[in-house]
């Protein structure tokens, strides 16, 4: 079982918000999660995309009453299924659920993200997710209008996929992040906080910081590369004022 990484051990003050940043846990839970005020997921919960384990997720989810808000998108496995002729074609329709019950945010404060924004009412984050992979594009110019149509507002941004050349090599060491998303993310966007996973090798934490600002990279992968519960969560703590 991996163990809870928590690298602010203390909360310095109310003004800060406590992020727990995972992905790809594919199906496995043995992991334990640390205390904080938003829970991150950037995809792959499942492993083949049944409805049973989309549903697993969902009532995991509901247990975690230590979160205000559980922010969710969806990864590769969740389209896993449905996947024909190298494009993605659809969701299992249990993520419908995730999509439509407006309870799941009333009540358990789960808030999933397609190709679209939420902002906070508590304390102002605006937040951006996207599940999509640049698979589901015919050609590099539509993959760019996708990654460049991310609001320039957004202070926390999840997609399943890493930039690249950040925290994005593989197993055997190739850099395999798509070059669109790291030209939107440090020319346009430019978040606070950028979380992702999909791979598994590059588990991980880095910064970078020029005169418009700074954005922390977290590759949150759970999973190692032969898909073991080997990772932590990732811990992060923001100031909304920064």
């Given amino acids: 079982m991996a163990e809870a990484v928590v690298e602010i051990e203390d909360k310095p003050s ?18 334990v999660l640390p205390p904080g005020d938003i829970l991150l997921h950037s995809g792959d919960f499942t492993h083949n995309g049944t409805e049973k384990e989309v549903l697993t997720f969902l009532n995991w989810l509901k247990t975690l009453t230590q979160y ?17 002729k190298k494009r993605y074609k659809k969701l299992p329709p249990a993520i419908e ?15 999933y993200l397609q190709e679209s924004s939420f902002q906070d009412p508590i304390t102002g984050w605006k937040f951006y997710g996207s599940g999509w992979l640049s698979e589901h594009c015919k050609d590099s110019k539509e993959i760019h209008q996708h990654w460049f149509s991310i609001p320039t507002d957004t202070d926390i941004l999840l997609t399943h996929g890493p930039p690249n050349g950040i925290l994005d090599k593989s197993m055997r060491g190739t850099s395999i992040g798509c070059k669109e998303l790291f030209q939107s993310v440090t020319t ?25 600002g700074r954005t922390v990279f977290i590759n949150a992968s759970i999973c190692d590369s032969y898909f ?15």
Avoid at 197 to 208: F, K, L, T
């Fill in 97 to 111: 659920q995730l999509k439509t019950d407006k309870s799941l945010i009333s009540d358990f404060g789960i808030v």
């Fill in 14 to 31: 109310s003004s800060i918000t406590r992020f727990v940043c995972i992905s790809d846990n594919h199906d496995n839970y043995d992991f």
């Fill in 228 to 242: 073991r519960t080997a990772h932590s969560p990732i811990v992060i703590d923001l100031n909304r004022d920064d």
């Fill in 68 to 84: 205000r808000l559980k922010i969710v998108i969806v990864g590769n496995h969740e389209w896993k299924r449905f996947y024909t």
């Fill in 188 to 212: 346009s966007v430019k978040p606070k906080l950028h979380v992702f996973g999909h791979v598994h090798a590059s588990y991980g934490q880095m910064e970078n910081e020029d005169e418009f």
